[in-house]
């Protein structure tokens, strides 16, 4: 079996779908969390990632040996060095800003390197002229299974999700009617209203993990049915009741999307509504 082949296996090992828990606060509509929280690494990033390398695998942008760089400033780093880790394969991180413990602790556990570049704008250049292939998860858009394995499950009136990349929000629009939770300072509320695919906003989200200062190419305003803008701390309101009534560890991004799914089943009689969430990484 040639590295390749080895490397395709070990990222299509068959693996159980991430459970459905019911979320008591709907009234007469039925909300149910997709929690990702349950992949290894806690994070919705996780089947990105996994999408990532294996996209690159096949193209034979990665072989064996091969260096993996990243710019980005949050979980997907830390998804994306646990598959390098399984895969053997070095990781390079380049974060914005100052270095925090935090931060680079979850990617240097798992073997992955960090480093960090002022100002934020200038880690991708950064990153680019790091040896190796950069996976680039803002411009290499890359489709992954969450929409088959969800519709497997049950078949929502509506699937809620926040937005990083855009490649989730897409990936399920081509199936289902969704809904996209943005959090303040993002540019995908005003951009999606006005169609305007070069709207920015200039400014950094608060909350980890969705939201972007710009419209990326991954966000596909066409196949998403509604953006709905959530007030920060009502995301983190809602993740601490989620945290409360669950027990999921969940994130503030999943609070403004399970936000978002609530504002949508005040305008419903009845029905179904799935919203996904993850945590923040634990990199386990």
């Known amino acids: 079996m040639s590295w390749q082949e080895w490397a395709l296996s070990l990222l299509d090992e068959p693996r159980e779908p991430t459970p459905l828990v019911e979320f008591p606060d709907g009234g007469p509509v039925r909300v149910l969390l997709k929690d990702e929280t349950a992949h290894p690494t806690g994070t919705m990033r996780h089947r990105h990632a996994r999408a990532l390398f294996r ?8 072989t064996e040996g091969t260096t993996v760089v990243e710019a980005t400033g949050g979980n997907a780093a830390v998804a994306q060095a646990w598959f390098a880790r399984r895969l053997g394969l070095p990781y390079i991180v380049v974060m914005p800003g100052q270095r925090t413990e935090q ?34 998860q803002f411009g290499r858009a890359t489709e992954h299974d969450l929409a088959d394995e969800l519709l497997a499950q049950v078949k929502p ?12 929000s897409a990936t399920l629009g081509r199936r289902t009617r969704v809904a996209v939770a943005d959090p303040e300072n993002s540019a995908y509320f005003p951009g999606w209203t006005l169609d305007a695919a070069d709207y920015a906003t200039g400014m950094p989200s608060r909350i ?24 920060d701390e009502e995301s983190r309101a809602m993740a ?38 993850g945590g923040i990484a634990a990199g386990r």
């Open 157 to 168: 009136d509506w699937v809620v999700v926040g937005a990083s990349t855009g490649v989730t």
């Open 240 to 277: 601490r009741r989620i945290r409360e009534v669950t027990g999921i560890a969940a994130g503030d991004a999943a609070g403004a999307a399970l936000a978002a799914g609530l504002m949508l089943a005040e305008r419903m009689d009845g029905g179904l509504i799935v919203t996904v969430i």
């Open 55 to 62: 996209r690159a695998i096949v193209e034979g942008l990665v």
């Open 103 to 136: 931060r680079a602790r979850r990617v240097e556990e798992l073997g992955g390197e960090c480093r960090f570049v002022t100002p934020p704008p200038a880690i991708y250049d950064a990153a680019r002229r790091i040896e190796g292939h950069f996976l680039d």
């Open 208 to 231: 980890e993990g969705i939201g972007r200062p710009r419209m990326e190419p991954g966000f596909k305003g066409d196949l998403v049915d509604r953006v709905i803008p959530v007030p």
